[in-house]
């Protein structure tokens, strides 16, 4: 093999390459198995400024700086190396390899759907299967109003590498809402400077190292800058990211990186689960309800013209109210059953108060969860005895409001959409004492539906 210059041997021992003798430079790392698959396993193991290089965990600015700036010594420019002498597959692996692992089978997922890589997706209680993601993936939220289908690898790195389309990287792109949050990640396809970037194809740009570092911006990536720590400016003009992957969000209000994760529209904002929760750009955290209700992210709008301020969910009825401090905010003003709110990251439920001209129609959201499922009991404005979300406290147990029958027998089979209220016209699932009650509800004395009492 001919000899090498210095700052060749110096990228080979930056990247981890290892020397195997007279056969040459070969193979990544020194040992059979590859110290890492993501950005993630570096960070996590070694420190934020290491990434993940060719399978091999390495500070990039030692790599940037030693990379050689011309061809390598006796390789002349344009010129490729011919192919390499084919192996006999008989031989078997080579000593010191260790055969590539097979994937483990994916379970299937009853709550599963049927939308493909790439389609727009909910992923909620009242979401079907048509709006929700086939087996294997996973409904990545991306904005308000814009969620896509991915190749769920948040388990196993290796499943990215069975692909054949290029998708062969497993980033994270966001966290669970978990009170302990999990990292979501999915297989991607990694671009250049220059290339186009998009979710909804799985394409994003080469993640670097402080201003080494690629963002998407109007479908391109473009110079950028990650932001590993609390504090930068971000938001407006400026193409600085703030890194999510050490639970850094952009708050918008300061245009500052925060230690945090991001909410959207209709998600609880604020101190919730533990974490603090930012708004997107051009929304506001509007409080429902201090120790009862979370805050909730709601768009800001226009009050000058609140006839055509909140268009940005139709076929949903929308409206502009003020929020306080010369704010407008849009929430959604048309529901018969709380399955109809538009927001559902956080439930929410449909309220209808008053009558006639006063009649007032809103989703608004279901007070913080408790610990008690559907029929059992529960009392209001006591946490220890409220429900489980997506339910509600009526006649001292938990239930959830309906259209038909079948939204109450998907909780129970004995469930019928028969309470009505008659005052704002809303029904909730019910018990009939002639179908007998479960326990622990009873029959009440001289009416034919079951209530809840206390233990």
Not at 159 to 168: E, M, V
Not at 282 to 299: E, K, M, N, Q
């Amino acid at each position: 093999m001919k000899s090498m210059s210095k700052a060749v041997i110096g990228l080979y021992l930056a990247l981890g390459l290892c020397w195997v003798g007279a056969s040459g430079w070969f193979g990544f790392g020194c040992s059979s198995q590859p110290e890492c698959r993501t950005d993630r396993d570096c960070v996590n193991s070694k420190g934020p400024e290491f990434l993940c290089f060719e399978q091999i965990c390495r500070d990039q600015a030692v790599v940037l700086k030693e990379q050689p700036v011309g061809p390598e010594p006796g390789k002349e420019p344009g010129k490729e190396p011919g192919p390499e002498p084919q192996k006999d597959a008989s031989v078997g692996p080579e000593p010191g390899k260790e055969p590539v692992p097979e994937l483990p089978p994916i379970e299937p997922d009853p709550n599963a759907g049927n939308l493909p890589l790439g389609a727009e997706c909910q992923d909620h209680t009242f979401a079907t299967k048509a709006d929700r993601c086939a087996t294997g993936l996973v409904c990545v939220q991306f904005d308000s109003l814009t969620s896509y289908c991915m190749q769920d690898c948040s388990t196993s790195d290796q499943i990215c590498s069975a692909n054949s389309d290029g998708r062969t990287v497993c980033k994270q792109v966001s966290w669970t809402s978990d009170v302990v949050p999990k990292a979501i990640a999915v297989c991607v396809k990694i671009a250049q400077s220059g290339e186009s970037c998009d979710p909804q194809q799985s394409i994003f740009c080469q993640r670097g190292r402080a201003n080494n570092h690629l963002v998407c911006d109007a479908g391109t990536c473009k110079q950028g800058t990650l932001c590993d720590s609390a504090g930068c400016s971000c938001g407006g003009q400026s193409k600085v990211e703030c890194d999510l992957t050490q639970k850094l969000v952009c708050d918008y209000a300061t245009n500052k990186c925060v230690s945090g994760l991001r909410a959207f529209e209709g998600g609880a904002c604020g101190n919730y689960k533990g974490a603090q929760r930012f708004c997107p750009v051009d929304h506001v955290c509007v409080p429902y309800g201090a120790g009862t209700f979370p805050d909730i992210c709601l768009r800001l709008c226009n009050l000058n013209n609140p006839a055509n301020a909140c268009q940005h969910r139709q076929p949903k009825s929308m409206k502009c109210i003020d929020v306080g401090g010369g704010r407008g905010a849009c929430i959604q003003d048309s529901c018969l059953a709380q399955k109809e709110c538009a927001f559902q990251s956080y439930p929410h439920i449909c309220q209808i108060q008053g009558t006639g001209q006063n009649r007032q129609v809103s989703c608004n959201p279901l007070p913080f969860e408790g610990p008690n499922d559907f029929a059992q009991y529960c009392a209001l404005n006591d946490k220890a005895k409220s429900c489980k979300h997506p339910f509600q406290c009526t006649a001292s147990y938990c239930t959830i409001q309906c259209r038909v029958d079948d939204d109450c027998k998907a909780w129970h089979p004995k469930a019928r959409c028969f309470l009505r209220n008659t005052v704002t016209g809303i029904n909730s699932c019910g018990f009939q004492c002639t179908d007998g009650c479960p326990s622990p509800l009873k029959c009440r004395e001289g009416q034919n539906f079951c209530e809840g009492t206390a233990p």
